[in-house]
């Protein structure tokens, strides 16, 4: 990388946006913590219905399953984002509420005791 002559090269990192250091309102929180659950456990349901109730041919389920269960894996990708961040205490400015977020999306969860540790059992 070459600089021209006379020109100073810095070493900080350049400064985000003030508008990305802001606390959301707790209604855009709300908001994705409904979008994050409906994308968890709404494929999954469907998926279920699918499988049990349609009496469609398992050449129609089987395949329609697969791409619901990656719908609804990404779901859960989006609550453990949300729970990892509830857990630094970031979403909201009560740090009682951002708290209360991660235990809410932890519920989803099976066997989890400490942030990020699982149960071998």
């Known amino acids: 990388m070459s600089h021209q ?20 309102s707790p ?21 279920y219905w699918l499988l049990v109730y349609s009496g ?9 399953m697969v791409v619901l269960n990656c719908i609804s894996g990404f779901g859960f990708y989006v609550t453990a984002y949300l729970g990892h961040e509830g857990f630094h205490f970031t979403l909201t400015k009560n740090q009682f509420v951002s708290g209360f977020y991660w235990h809410l999306v932890q519920l989803s969860r099976r066997r989890v005791f400490q942030p990020g540790v699982l149960s071998g059992t």
Not at 5 to 22: C, E, N, T, W, Y
Not at 28 to 37: E, I, K, N, Q, R
Request: glycine residues 6%; aromatic residues 12%.
């Open 5 to 24: 002559a006379g020109q100073s090269v810095s070493k900080r990192p350049p400064l985000l946006p003030d508008s990305f250091m802001q606390t959301p």
């Open 56 to 64: 469609w041919s398992m050449l129609i389920v089987v395949p329609a």
């Open 27 to 47: 209604w855009v929180v709300v908001g994705f913590l409904a979008y994050a659950l409906t994308m968890a456990f709404g494929p999954a349901l469907l998926s």
